[in-house]
């Protein structure tokens, strides 16, 4: 079962690895099979994409699944996280040291590290940046996250990432990007194409899935001081 999945971004990298045993023990010996209790293997796929690509490979039918963006018209889905845009700065730098967010407009004189063309969140970065009338100075896209970690680290620039990617406590300092004290990002989801046929292990994985980041998700540690994004209303668990 393919799934496209965006717990961060890595452009166009494509990772393939097998999960086996789900879905159940075996009969018991001496007996009848019983269809609920068969054990099954089943082989998934992970394709990692930029998220604003991801919509196109569901609907094409690529994947069965795909993790992504909230706020395409045309899939079913369940909500899993927030995804909050987020600055990584060099430890000691000046902006944003006395406040727990950092408002855009303060970026428009820095030197940036972003995304890659095909992130959602560059897509994100640059409709805030119209809001805010910020020209942002722009040194490199990139689509290797933990990369522009390093050289936001080194001083080379301020890197602005989605906040499900990982980022080392060491040496930096990741903030919340916010426009006018309003949050930037996303809800993530995990969505499906109402046209196509999606198995009942599918659906099962999709159970396993929202029960687990209930729990605990990808960035949640870097957006305790973040306004909240507004939850889309079209998907309910």
Not at 64 to 84: N, T
Not at 214 to 225: A, D, L, N, V
Request: proline share 8%.
């Amino acid at each position: 079962m393919p799934l496209a999945g965006r717990h961060a971004e890595h452009g166009a990298q494509r990772a393939e690895r097998g999960v086996a045993g789900l879905a159940g023990c075996a009969a018991g010996a001496g007996g009848a099979a019983d269809p609920a209790h068969i054990e099954i293997a089943l082989e998934v796929h992970l394709i990692e994409d930029g998220g604003a690509r991801l919509p196109g490979r569901l609907e094409r039918g690529d994947v069965h699944l795909s993790i992504m963006p909230a706020g395409y018209e045309g899939f079913s889905g369940r909500l899993l996280y927030p995804m909050h845009l987020l600055a990584v700065l060099p430890e000691t730098h000046p902006v944003g040291k006395k406040s727990k967010v950092l408002e855009i407009a303060e970026l428009a004189d820095e030197p940036l590290i972003l995304m890659s063309p095909g992130a959602a969140s560059l897509m994100w970065f640059e409709i805030a940046c119209q809001a805010a009338h910020v020209r942002p100075r722009v040194l490199l896209h990139s689509s290797v996250t933990h990369a522009m970690i390093e050289l936001a680290r080194s001083g080379f620039g301020i890197a602005v990432v989605p906040s499900p990617v990982r980022i080392p406590r060491e040496g930096v300092r990741t903030m919340p990007l916010v426009h006018r004290t309003t949050a930037i990002g996303r809800w993530a989801v995990v969505a499906w194409s109402p046209q196509r046929f999606l198995a009942a292990y599918g659906l099962r994985f999709v159970d396993e899935l929202v029960k687990s980041v209930r729990r605990s998700y990808p960035g949640r540690e870097f957006i305790r001081h973040a306004p909240p994004l507004r939850r889309p209303s079209e998907f309910s668990n």
